[in-house]
Structure formats: C-alpha cells, structure tokens
C-alpha cells in the first residue's frame, strides 16, 4: 500500500497569512496513463470532507481561488495564499493512483493564531 | 442537485452487523463509483471499499476484506455497507463518497452515520 505524510501536521496561522501544507507518498504517484492522481481535501469542524483539488493542481468546482496545488512524483504541496477564519479544519491529501486502497494523509489542523 | 443522503446512526453489540445506506438524492449513481470512508473518533480518514453500481463489482480495502459488504440497489440508486463481526474498535463516522471513474477523486460526501459498538 501507498503510505502518505502530512507535514506540519498542526499549522496554527494568521488570518490573512499564507499556509502551506507538504504531503508526500511512500511510492511515485505517476500512472501509467500518465496522470496523478493525488487530491486535497478539508474537513471542517463537524461537517464532512470536501473536496478541494484534484489530479496535484486541479481547483474543484466552488472552491476559491486562494487555494492552490502543486507537485510531482511524491512530493506535493497545498497552499492557502491568505488564510481565512473559514479555512480552520483538517486537511488530508489522498491517492488514488494505486488502488485497492485509496489513502489518505494523516491530516493536517490548521486553526488561527 | 445530486445529494447523498445516509441512514441515522447506529448502536450495537460486539459480535454483530450493521448495515449501512447511502442514497443519491436528486439523482442517480450514473456512471460514478460510491466508495465507503470512516472515521473513527478523533482520527482520520480510512478507505474501506468502493462498488462501480453500474457494473456490480465491489473492491476491499485488505484490512476489511471477509468483513465488510458492499452493494448497491441501481433502481433505487442507493448503496449500501455491511460490516460484521463488530468490534469497539469499529466505532466510528461511516461516510459513503461519490468516486469519479475518470479523474478518481472523491466530489460528493454524505453527511456520515455514527455507528456505535459498545456491549
């Protein structure tokens, strides 16, 4: 199985600031269709997951600008460009390039200063 | 808009099932996937299984393999999780997810069902 990690795995920010979040996979997350398929997804307090990104950079439907994705192989990264008190939650990367299973990171807490 | 609306929450004994739904409200599986996450108490997000509705075929996370169940009703485009043998550690958020078939990501959550093990 792919193992995934989160770094930091609590970012505490300041509203306006920007936030950064590094994930990484135990394997490449290259398919051999040529595409990644590595997503970023928040979960805010109480509520489910939502998606944000998909295929590394991909902003999902709905989902402001601010955030944005990056990253190949098996090194990617979430940046928030200026947070804001709506951004608090949990964010997870997860892969979907090698499966069964899909899995997810162990979840980054962001919350405010 | 397509909702998926899961069953309430659940209390049971060690040693036995639940079974779990998930509906798409407003419209249909189509041609997606419905994947079954949960999450226990504090942690994160574990992929337990999905099911192609269309096609019937069902694939487990190793971990569950033996355990868990996954169907789906195309006429009444509903999915379902069945999870046996329970154990406390099996408490937890079940939550069904839409799965795109094309770009694998997950775009459409369930609110989640609460299941409870306890003797």
Redesign the interface.
Known sequence: ?IVMTQTPLSSPVTLGQPASISCRSSQSLVHSDG?T?L?W?QQRPGQ????LI??IS?R?SGVPDRFSGSGAGTDFTLKISRVEAEDVG?Y?C?Q??Q?????????TKVDIK | QVQLVQSGAEVKKPGSSVKVSCKASGGTFSSYAISWVRQAPGQGLEWMGRIIPILGIANYAQKFQGRVTITADKSTSTAYMELSSLRSEDTAVYYCARLTVEDWYFDLWGRGTLVTVSS
């Open positions: 199985d595409n398929y997503s997804l489910p997951p939502r998606l998909y295929k991909n999902f949990v997870y997860m979907a390039t499966f069964p299973p899909f899995t997810f990171g162990p979840g």
